[in-house]
């Protein structure tokens, strides 16, 4: 199993992939322009559609870049979706529904992190109920922007049934319980 090293991320793919942490910090002060925000949304998912065939394309695929291309996902989805909040944009609830999976995952973190760094077990592979749920928050955040209100719940609604089928699918075949077992 491949160890993570910070190294792998310097190249055209990391750079894409970590482009997405500025860019979070960025949604702050474009908040002002819907059109500017919405543009920072559109770079975003640009630099996490092409990360993964660019690493392919020129052999720099690594289990570093898939480890930061998830973190990096969640630093940016997490923040602009804050942002639409204080534009009233969406209410609390999208965001507790858009993020269910990653706030069940989050209570596993403790529990799997360090077997991930010391290479004792293998993160998680993606499943396609994750990605999906991805899509549809991106899809849900671009309807409340152009203000189809319809759209954004529906959305919302698909990405949290998503989100919750893919992290019960992560629970189920990662089992994080059972390392609190193990090492009791």
Not at 53 to 67: D, E
Not at 133 to 155: F, H, K, N, P, Y
Not at 172 to 178: F, H
Request: hydrophobic letters at 55%; charged letters at 20%.
């Amino acid at each position: 199993m491949e160890r993570l090293r910070l190294r792998d991320l310097f190249n055209l793919a990391g750079a894409l992939t970590l482009a997405r942490v500025p860019l979070a910090f960025v949604t702050a002060f474009t908040m002002h322009d819907r059109w500017l925000f919405g543009g920072v949304l559109a770079v975003a998912m640009l630099t996490d559609v092409l990360d993964g065939p660019v690493a392919r394309w020129t052999g720099k695929q690594s289990r570093t870049g898939a480890v930061a291309d998830g973190w990096a996902d969640k630093i940016f989805l997490i923040n602009y979706a804050w942002s639409m909040l204080m534009l009233d944009l969406v209410d609390g609830w999208h965001l507790w529904v858009f993020f269910i999976r990653e706030l069940v995952q989050g209570i596993t973190i403790p529990f799997v992190a360090l077997d991930y760094a010391l290479k004792k077990a293998k993160p998680p592979d993606p499943h396609w109920t994750g990605k999906a749920c991805s899509v549809a928050i991106v899809v849900a955040m671009v309807a409340a922007l152009v203000e189809v209100t319809i759209v954004r719940d529906v959305g919302t609604v698909v990405a949290g049934l998503l989100g919750t089928a893919s992290v019960a699918i992560y629970l189920a075949r990662d089992r994080p319980w059972t390392r609190i077992v193990r090492k009791g």
